[in-house]
């Protein structure tokens, strides 16, 4: 009884993944930008329209992908992602045109709906009971501690090969450390290694099918609570470097905002993932979407005082990276079951396409209004929303 559980070995695998998926694939890519830009003579920002073509193609597959899920092994869909995954990072280094560019997107959005958080959700919520929360805390950082370990070597080969050579000579790596994941997964725990995991006297919830989870009132308070959840996430996270710009910092206190953001963004998806453990889920997914509107207050507070952007910088990681975390987890607490795949895929859809309305709406008042002193009031009535719906699935859980 006292056996290592083999559920953390499968979310190593997990994770090895994800710092594939998304540690390269998403956060560590964008570095090439700028160069693949010159050489492809792109005018500034039109390289952007490559990677939203890739957010648009994962929020139409999210279902399909959950319907996999129900049907099929999750590490043969996870095993047809990794193989895509490596001949797309192989093939990178030649590319020519920006077409080609925008292709390569495509397939990886294909490719990130069944070897993104989808199916990882999936299975680590098979795997764990006791322990999902910090479970999913862990995974999820997975992505942030790959964007920081590789984007050192990453800079390197750039600036003494271009970005060819540094794709190849980070990307062959990661390749094999997407083939090593493979290893480590499988389907489900047998059933006696698994009564270690069980919550004790945990009431059982009602298994859910897609068409009875849509007759239910909290399927869609969850999923336009999410939904405004990742519309200020998504704007948050890729406007507030021009937030920054209109501040006029300087390099160092552009870099010391940048540091405490993605560090206390590591401590709030393992805090909020451990608090989950012992909380209702509901409870501590409240909680962080009241550090989230707390950090976006702080944020609006920095365009009269500029003082306050250390502490809008913490708490704004924390409370971005516990929603993230939360978000995941709750719907996991209502919908885990038979036809949880297709029921996750349909949120992802949903989050993903109002997490890129998020990142256009905020950029457009900005825009048209030259502050962003109204894209932070749109996101905090969002969070006050949010709240408001939650409370609401909370009383009308069974």
Request: one cysteine or more.
């Amino acid at each position: 009884m006292n056996k290592f559980y083999r559920g953390w070995w499968v979310l190593l695998g997990l994770s090895l993944m994800y710092i594939g998926s998304n540690g390269f694939g998403i956060y560590t890519l964008p570095l090439f930008y700028p160069s693949i830009s010159q050489e492809l003579a792109l005018t500034k920002g039109v390289i952007t329209q490559a990677p939203s073509n890739m957010y648009l193609v994962l929020a139409f597959c999210s279902p399909f992908c959950g319907w996999l899920l129900d049907r099929f092994a999750p590490r043969i869909i996870l095993g047809v992602a990794a193989s895509i995954m490596s001949v797309l990072f192989v093939s990178l280094a030649f590319i020519n045109t920006f077409e080609q560019l925008k292709w390569y997107y495509v397939f990886f959005g294909v490719a990130l709906s069944l070897g993104g958080v989808i199916p990882s959700v999936y299975l680590i919520s098979r795997w764990f009971d006791k322990h999902r929360g910090i479970a999913l805390g862990l995974f999820l950082n997975a992505s942030s501690f790959g964007a920081t370990i590789l984007s050192k070597p990453a800079g390197y080969f750039l600036a003494s090969g271009g970005w060819r050579t540094a794709v190849t000579y980070v990307g062959i790596p990661v390749v094999g450390i997407i083939i090593l994941a493979q290893l480590l997964l499988k389907n489900r725990p047998e059933e006696e290694e698994f009564q270690g995991e069980v919550m004790p006297q945990k009431n059982s919830t009602k298994d859910f099918t897609l068409s009875q989870a849509l007759r239910q009132p909290t399927f869609y308070t969850l999923l336009i609570a999410t939904g405004a959840l990742w519309f200020c996430i998504n704007g948050i996270l890729f406007n507030k470097d021009l937030f920054l710009s209109d501040l006029q910092l300087t390099p160092s206190q552009t870099a010391s905002f940048a540091s405490s953001f993605f560090f206390c963004s590591i401590i709030g998806k393992i805090v909020f993932g451990f608090v989950s453990d012992k909380i209702r889920k509901n409870d501590a997914m409240l909680g962080s979407i009241v550090v989230l509107g707390l950090g976006i207050l702080l944020l609006k507070t920095c365009l009269t005082h500029v003082s306050w952007l250390t502490m809008a910088a913490i708490v704004l990681g924390v409370g971005y990276s516990g929603a993230f975390t939360m978000i995941q987890l709750l719907i996991a607490e209502h919908y885990a079951g038979k036809s949880y795949g297709l029921i996750l895929g349909v949120f992802t859809m949903i989050d993903t396409l109002a997490g890129s309305i998020g990142i256009r709406t905020i950029g457009q008042l900005r825009a048209s209004t030259d502050s962003y002193n109204t894209s932070f009031e749109v996101m905090l009535a969002l969070c006050i929303i949010a709240v408001g719906l939650v409370v609401f699935s909370r009383k009308k859980k069974v």
